[in-house]
């Protein structure tokens, strides 16, 4: 079975403070997993994928297949990063593609 | 980059009655497609996806269906709605060289 959890529903942090989003993952094979954002009153869009090994505004994840984990985290949270976020495993190559439960973040000033 | 075009943008519709929203894709060719329901506390339910034109496997049981009649057109169809089907539906489009979805703006429907 392909599955993504999310334990936080709603996380709600201060402007500079660390943030990090928790995912974690059940999957047999060897997974791709991604974070999408959705901001408000926009589409639901790519913030980073795992392969990439990139930081896109600030955040980062490292896939942790020990753990089967693939937490977003940024050192100092900003206001603009208030959105609702969703970890994303695709993992078969009949591309299914699976969302966790999403967080939504909320950065107060 | 692609394009998904999804409409209409919110629906009420009676019980009982069908449903068909359109999703239409520009920008890429033979992208997997999908159909989600976006649910408050539920996150993002894949309803459908699809591979090919034809091709539909459906992930939960339930009063839709979809279809794909040409390789950039998918379509969420319902022959009697129900209350339950009130929510908010997502499509996305997610082509074979590049793993990044792309997704409409969703269909807000209400089943009165």
């Known amino acids: 079975a392909q599955r993504v959890t999310q334990p936080e529903k709603l996380l709600s942090v201060f402007k500079g403070a660390p943030v990090e989003l928790k995912c974690n993952y059940s999957?047999?094979?060897?997974?791709?997993l991604f974070w999408y954002v959705q901001y408000s009153r926009q589409r639901l869009q790519l913030l980073l994928r795992?392969?990439s090994r990139e930081s896109i505004k600030g955040f980062t994840a490292d896939l942790n297949k020990g753990e089967t984990s693939f937490h977003l985290k940024k050192p100092f949270a900003q206001e603009e990063d208030s959105a609702m976020y969703y970890c994303?495993?695709?993992?078969?190559?009949?591309?299914?593609?699976?969302f966790g439960q999403g967080t939504i973040l909320t950065v107060h000033p | 980059s692609q394009t998904i075009h999804q409409w209409p943008a919110t629906l009420v519709q009676p019980v009982g009655s069908p449903l068909s929203l359109e999703c239409t894709v520009e920008?890429?060719?033979?992208?997997?497609l999908y159909w989600y329901r976006q649910a408050a506390g539920r996150g993002l339910q894949l309803l459908f996806y699809?591979?090919?034109?034809?091709?539909i496997s459906s992930e939960v049981p339930q009063n839709l269906s979809a279809s794909r009649p040409q390789d950039r057109q998918f379509i969420l169809s319902s022959k009697k709605l129900l209350l339950s089907d009130s929510g908010f539906y997502l499509c996305?489009?997610?082509?074979?060289?590049?793993?990044?979805?792309?997704f409409g703006q969703g269909t807000r429907l209400t089943v009165v």
């Open positions: 994303a495993l695709s993992g078969t190559s009949y591309g299914k593609l699976t």
């Open positions: 920008g890429t060719s033979n992208p997997n």
């Open positions: 795992h392969i």
């Open positions: 699809s591979v090919g034109i034809g091709q």
């Open positions: 999957y047999s094979g060897s997974p791709e």
């Open positions: 996305a489009s997610l082509s074979r060289e590049n793993t990044e979805a792309f």
